[in-house]
């Protein structure tokens, strides 16, 4: 799905339209119908040396990405530790989305990220929550399982935050960099990008092997 057609139907919310796109940048080349290749790589920010680096951008709203995250979580267990994994949750410039990456920092930030994540997919596409203020994460924290008042709080806090600010312009300048147009995409190593419409099978299952074999490209330095 375009972008402006899914920020069109996300509304006010900005959560409850699926994206369905898995669009790749524009800057980029079709390479064996299962990957694409960056024209020009693109640097990591703060990776750490000797560190092949994958990006997955996603938002809370997406459908697909909700699908794809248990998938993408138990992959993450088994990746060896030449790999750094991290998601890039994409705002568009919207306000709705933009709320939604505040969540994700705030998650990250406290280390609830693992505990709550998927159950911010659940709040957002089932209860039709948009988690529009600091108070809004407090209030529905509080009232999960496992959270007391304390670390409900330090997530408001930390959502409300100046730093929030530095975070939110990081995650955007990736985000255009890569050109984004569609969640969920992998960006593996600053050079290549997949995604479900980019693989064979056009499912999420197949993606993780596509990404495993770029993984695998590049630690054998190779460019193409």
């Given at each position: 799905m375009q972008r402006r057609t899914m920020l069109k139907r996300l509304g006010a919310l900005a959560v409850a339209a699926p994206v369905a796109g898995w669009m790749a940048s524009a800057c980029a080349k079709k390479e064996e119908d299962e990957f694409l290749t960056l024209d020009k790589p693109i640097a990591g920010d703060d990776?750490?040396?000797?560190?092949?680096?994958?990006?997955?951008?996603?938002?809370?709203?997406?459908?697909?990405?909700?699908?794809?995250?248990p998938l993408l979580?138990?992959?993450?267990?088994?990746?060896?530790?030449?790999?750094?994994?991290?998601?890039?949750?994409?705002?568009?410039?919207?306000?709705?989305?933009?709320?939604?990456?505040?969540?994700?920092?705030?998650?990250?930030?406290?280390?609830?990220?693992a505990q709550l994540s998927a159950r911010v997919f659940d709040a957002v596409q089932k209860e039709r929550i948009a988690f529009e203020s600091a108070e809004a994460l407090r209030a529905w924290a509080a009232k999960q399982e496992?959270?007391?008042?304390?670390?409900?709080?330090?997530?408001?806090?930390?959502?409300?935050?100046?730093?929030?600010?530095?975070?939110?312009?990081?995650?955007?300048?990736?985000?255009?960099?890569?050109g984004v147009r569609g969640v969920p995409m992998v960006a593996v190593g600053g050079r290549y990008?997949?995604?479900?419409?980019?693989?064979?099978?056009?499912?999420?299952?197949?993606?993780?092997?596509?990404?495993?074999?770029?993984?695998?490209?590049?630690?054998?330095?190779?460019?193409?």
């Open positions: 990776v750490p040396a000797g560190k092949i680096e994958v990006i997955e951008f996603f938002h809370y709203g997406c459908p697909h990405c909700r699908k794809f995250d979580s138990q992959w993450e267990k088994t990746l060896p530790e030449d790999v750094y994994f991290h998601r890039v949750p994409v705002t568009w410039n919207n306000a709705g989305l933009t709320n939604l990456a505040r969540v994700y920092y705030s998650l990250v930030e406290t280390g609830l990220l496992g959270i007391d008042e304390k670390a409900a709080q330090s997530l408001a806090d930390i959502y409300g935050s100046f730093g929030m600010g530095a975070k939110l312009d990081r995650g955007q300048r990736i985000e255009r960099a890569y990008t997949t995604s479900g419409d980019q693989v064979k099978d056009h499912t999420n299952e197949a993606v993780l092997p596509v990404v495993d074999a770029l993984i695998a490209r590049l630690r054998s330095g190779k460019k193409q």
